[in-house]
């Protein structure tokens, strides 16, 4: 049966339902793609972004879900390691001046008891992989690519008003995809 919401997407939609999911992929991610695919949606791939930790570590995160059900035929792109406006070192300064920000996300400061107990990597270097995080598993699978936004606007290029992009993540890669190609 099919989802009730799949009839209010728009018509062209409908017609070749397609979707990229974006996402800071963690271990409790999963329902995102399950959900696009019981809607009956073809999942063209994931992207893993920067937000609550590092894109690597976030695609890492969703290629170990898809292997685990079964669906590692879904290509994974990381998206890009760092934000267009914001770093570390500009969050320190903020936080300076205006008191502790609610939400710090990457840029919480390293803590290597917590990583060391599960907690994704953050600060330091965007290439660093936290692995006691996958407690769903490391996974086996690699990643199909590491320009996401290029590969966005090529998915979008090959099926013109066919594609929805969603993103739970920070916009980054999608605010660079239409810097590409608008
Ligand atoms: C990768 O393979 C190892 C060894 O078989 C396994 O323990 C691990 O759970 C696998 N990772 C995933 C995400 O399935
Ligand atoms: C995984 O998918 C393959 C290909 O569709 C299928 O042959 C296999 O039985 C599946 N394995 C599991 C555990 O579902
Ligand atoms: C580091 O993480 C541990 C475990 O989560 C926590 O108890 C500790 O307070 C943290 N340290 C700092 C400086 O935030």
């Not at 409790?28 to 696009?36: E, K, R």
């Not at 300064?93 to 990457?106: D, K, R, S």
Request: one cysteine or more; charged letters at 20%.
């Amino acid at each position: 049966m099919r989802d009730p919401h799949f009839d209010k997407l728009p018509f062209q939609v409908r017609a070749t339902p397609k979707i990229i999911i974006e996402n800071d992929w963690n271990t409790n991610a999963y329902i995102t793609f399950l959900l696009a695919i019981d809607t009956g949606l073809d999942v063209l791939g994931l992207v893993g972004s920067t937000a609550n930790s590092w894109s690597r570590q976030a695609s890492l995160h969703a290629l170990a879900l898809l292997e685990i059900g079964n669906l590692s035929c879904i290509p994974v792109h990381k998206g890009a390691d760092y934000p267009l406006l914001n770093s570390a070192d500009l969050a320190r300064t903020w936080e300076t001046l205006h008191g502790q920000l609610p939400y710090q996300g990457v840029f919480k400061p390293f803590n290597a008891t917590a990583e060391a107990s599960g907690r994704d990597s953050s600060s330091g270097d965007p290439n660093r992989i936290s692995r006691p995080a996958f407690l769903e598993g490391f996974p086996n699978s690699t990643l199909t690519g590491e320009h996401s936004a290029a590969w966005m606007v090529e998915q979008v290029r090959k099926h013109p008003g066919e594609v929805i992009v969603y993103s739970g993540g920070s916009l980054t890669n999608i605010a660079l995809a239409t810097r590409l190609d608008p």
